[in-house]
């Protein structure tokens, strides 16, 4: 902690900059160019020019940021703490520039200099602080908090490497370190007054009969802050990520000195794993003790800065539920009970049921998967190891919460065996609990939570997830998005319902057209990236369809892919029964340990080596798997998109995201009743949706049955003839065995109903193939699926928590 230096007598507000005009921005960045890159505009490079450019955007993100935190102070509001292990952030430099409102400066300023804003924005590396859906949410909810004016935070690591970057090795995953920090981030202000000690290990000791935690190490938590700006520049929050500083003392200067350089650094080097590396598993837990002490590296941070705001403006922490609403995205912040807990009863003088009271009232959770191997469990032994008092709290609160069950023969515990469950950990501390799709919390509360509910009724609230127009519309489609404002006027940047506007003109062929334009003009620029950046060839007169996500069976990308296998054999075998081109976009990483996964992705590819040399077929399909999916793939790939593969197994996609991106783009949805799908479905309209697939209680009456693979892929001609193709290594001919697992499982298991689902999902294509040969059919279906998403934009979601949940109002 700095001592302050406050001086009086200069306010703020006479150092605000002055309008940014192009006279003045181009000042500006000149002057950072010069002073803060240090280099002469005759000798700058690509890189320096947006460095500069970043530091000129982000002085203009800083009065927005001071007036937003003065008034949350001074009209002592109430604020939101987003915890999350993962933010997903991508590039910043546009996004801030459109929100701030000054693009058009921008070009014009950079456009004196015969420099292209894109050019300069495509160097910028992602943030790749998460894995996929949840990082990505917090991305679009931070973003929506600072739109509709909800004061908050979001708190998280501000991991050195983010997730691995993916390349392929004939047509395997490789994966290596990401270094988005490598040539540093313009964004951060590193604030080391504000550090925290946090603590690990040790023993407990009674002290005049209390119990107090000893730790064995301590590690320093520094807070980097990041301002987000809400569009129209009317109110930021900040983004405040951790970094895990050893503390001086871990280093030997004495071993060093004695020339044992590795000893003398390693608890340092372990101190600093702590923010090291993203753990790449999405919907997977390792249960390993660094993520352990990962979680709880962020949760202590946090809640301890979050008790220190508080307490400089007010005494009585009795009252903290009034000013305090803290959000535990997923579990793996949910040590944040026990955290605040021990903090109240131990520092603070509470009692411990007190303590809960006050814990609970503050605490939300969102809970974002029903996987069972998503579910957070730590072993007993570990907490122990990592975190005693903790393990002593949950213990406790273990008791009660079988109390409160009465005479319940088999009572849902806490801690059941040797493992602490931390959903309902997380569940017995907070005061909402919500899934993230209204079918996911239905299945939350029946199948996750069925006890808990009993309990407590009122807790379980569905907020159905939502995503930012201002990245996902406006930042990633400036055509459509120019032809939405000339067609429905301004304003729906922040009022995306206002997108209704363009039913009216759904039947007007020349709107169709203008849209048609825009799509063709987004395709096209996308294979001019894909040729450009991977040497692949797309023909921009195709069908564009396209799944993009993280690799998981539940997603079926397998099923995806054996479909491909079955047009390829059918067209080979009628060659010119009036195909519509195709082509097959693939895109989404494997967790590095999850071999089926992998495999899928190594199939994949194996079929597009195959299909895309075929002189046969390669003017009607095509398979592209373009390496290293992220969030800025993501931003040229959706825009460019006929058709949205949303095709997990019925109950296992909690919400989805990427589907409302999709349809908020113009492309129509192929899909099975799963997550946020089905209410896509309901505000598009059924006649604009291609629905296939086993319902959530098909699927379970199903599984039930022995035998349903083989049974359904004997009643299936199609997908006999494409298991026997991949069986025989008509894909893997160096190897025509390689995929002898991959069909084993298809035929003897298939959890995910891949066989199944085949037909239906072959039948729901052929209705694609129909509707796109007519293409002011397809057209109307598009632009009427673009009419109706207003309800799925993030500003929408983020309100529902602030009145269900947080219990705050909007500052604006
Ligand atoms: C994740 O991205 C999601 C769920 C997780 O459960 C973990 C991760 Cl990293 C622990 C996804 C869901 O799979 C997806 O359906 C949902 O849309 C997204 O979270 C945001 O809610």
């Known amino acids: 902690m700095s001592e302050s230096f406050a001086v009086t007598g200069i306010r703020s507000d006479d150092l605000s900059l002055p309008e940014p005009t192009p006279e003045h921005f181009r000042w500006s960045l000149l002057n ?20 500069a450019l970043s530091h000129a955007i982000r002085d203009r993100a800083v009065n927005p940021w001071f007036n937003s935190t003065r008034r949350t ?29 000054l693009r058009d400066v921008v070009a014009e300023v950079l456009d004196g200099f015969g420099l292209s804003f894109a050019d300069i924005a495509e160097g910028e590396p992602d943030a790749a602080l998460g894995n996929g859906g949840l990082g990505r949410l917090a991305a679009c909810y931070l973003e929506s908090m600072a739109t509709v004016g909800c004061p908050g935070y979001g708190y998280g690591l501000r991991y050195e490497h983010g997730l691995f970057k993916q390349s392929f090795d004939h047509g395997r995953q490789v994966e ?29 000791v009674e002290e005049d009969g209390v119990q107090r935690w000893r730790p064995g190490s301590q590690v320093l938590a520094a807070a980097h802050d990041t301002p987000v700006v809400g569009y129209g520049g009317r109110w930021a929050n900040t983004l405040r990520l951790w970094s895990a500083m050893p503390n001086a003392d871990l280093f030997d200067l004495g071993r060093f000195n004695a020339g044992e350089f590795a000893a003398a650094s ?24 660094l993520r352990l002490s990962q979680e709880y590296f962020l949760t202590s941070a946090s809640v301890q800065d979050i008790l220190r705001r508080y307490l400089a403006a007010h005494d009585d922490l009795s009252r903290l539920p009034e000013y305090v609403a803290i959000q535990m995205n997923d579990t793996h912040p949910a040590i944040a009970g026990p955290e605040l807990i021990r903090l109240l009863v131990d520092e603070h003088g509470f009692g411990f049921d007190a303590a809960v009271d006050v814990a609970t009232r503050v605490l939300g959770y969102t809970n974002h998967t029903l996987l069972p191997e998503a579910l957070e469990r730590w072993t007993v032994g570990l907490m122990r190891q990592v975190l005693p008092r903790h393990l002593q709290i949950i213990e406790r609160l273990d008791t009660q919460f079988v109390e409160l069950q009465g005479s319940r023969p088999d009572p849902v515990r806490l801690i059941s065996g040797d493992q602490v469950n931390m959903g309902d950990l997380a569940f017995a501390t907070s005061h909402r609990v919500n899934g993230v799709s209204a079918l996911h919390s239905e299945l939350v509360r029946k199948e996750l939570f069925p006890v808990h509910d009993e309990l407590h009724p009122d807790r379980i609230v569905n907020i159905t997830n939502g995503v930012t127009p201002r990245r996902w519309l406006k930042l990633a489609n400036p055509e459509l998005a120019r032809l939405i404002t000339d067609t ?22 020349s709107f169709l057209d203008a849209f048609g334009r825009a799509k063709h003009r987004a395709k096209e620029a996308f294979a001019g990236w894909v040729m450009g950046e991977h040497g692949l060839g797309v023909p921009t007169d195709a069908l564009f369809d396209v799944q993009v996500k993280r690799l998981h069976e539940y997603k079926r990308q397998l099923l995806n892919i054996l479909w491909t296998i079955a047009r390829y054999q059918r067209i080979k075998r009628d060659p010119g029964a009036g195909w519509v081109p195709r082509v097959k976009i693939f895109g989404g ?9 992998k495999d899928i992705i190594r199939l994949i590819n194996d079929v597009s080596q195959i299909v895309n040399n075929d002189p046969d077929t390669r003017d009607l399909l095509r398979v592209v798997f373009p390496p290293n999916y992220g969030v800025s793939m993501a931003e040229k790939l959706i825009p460019a998109a006929d058709l ?94 390689r995929y002898g697992g991959l069909v084993d499982m298809l035929w003897n298991s298939d959890w995910f109903l891949v066989a199944s689902d085949f037909d239906s999902y072959d039948a729901a294509q052929t209705e694609v193939d ?17 009419a109706r998403m207003g309800y799925f934009s993030s500003d929408r979601s983020v309100r529902e928590y602030m009145r269900e949940i947080w219990d705050i109002e909007p500052a604006l």
Not at 76 to 99: A, C, H, P, Q
Not at 501 to 508: F, N, P, T, Y
Not at 589 to 597: D, E, I, L, M, V
């Open 32 to 51: 950072h160019l010069q002073y803060t890159v240090g280099k002469s505009p005759e000798h700058a490079s690509k890189f320096d020019w947006r460095m």
């Open 73 to 101: 102070w001074a009209e002592d509001r109430k604020r939101v703490y987003y915890l999350s292990m993962e933010f997903l952030i991508g590039r910043l430099l546009e996004d801030m520039t459109i929100n701030l409102g």
């Open 176 to 204: 290596t370190p990401e270094n988005w920090l490598a040539e540093g981030t313009p964004w951060d202000f590193t604030r080391t007054e504000s550090a925290y000690h946090v603590g690990f290990g040790g023993e407990l």
């Open 266 to 289: 390693e608890p340092e080097a372990l101190a600093r794993s702590l923010s090291r590396v993203l753990y790449p598993n999405d919907t997977t837990e390792g249960g390993k003790q």
């Open 488 to 509: 429905v006027g301004e304003g729906w940047e922040t009022d995306l319902e206002r997108l209704r506007g363009l039913e009216a003109h759904a039947d007007d062929p």
């Open 589 to 597: 990483k494997a967790a590095p340990s999850y071999h089926t996964a």
């Open 644 to 737: 949205s593969e949303q095709i997990s197994t019925a109950g296992m996609e909690a919400s989805g995201t990427g589907n409302m991106k999709f349809a908020l783009n113009g492309a129509l949805t192929i899909g099975t009743l799963d997550g946020a799908n089905v209410e896509i479905r309901e505000h598009v309209g059924a006649d604009n949706f291609f629905l296939f697939g086993m319902t959530t209680e098909e699927v379970a009456a199903r599984r039930a049955e022995p035998g349903h693979a083989r049974a359904a892929i004997e009643r299936s001609q199609a997908l006999r003839d494409v298991l026997q193709a991949i069986a025989e290594g008509t894909f893997s001919p160096d190897e025509p065995h």
């Open 770 to 786: 129909r509707a796109y040969g007519d293409s002011g059919r397809w057209q109307r279906m598009a632009v009427l699926n673009i």
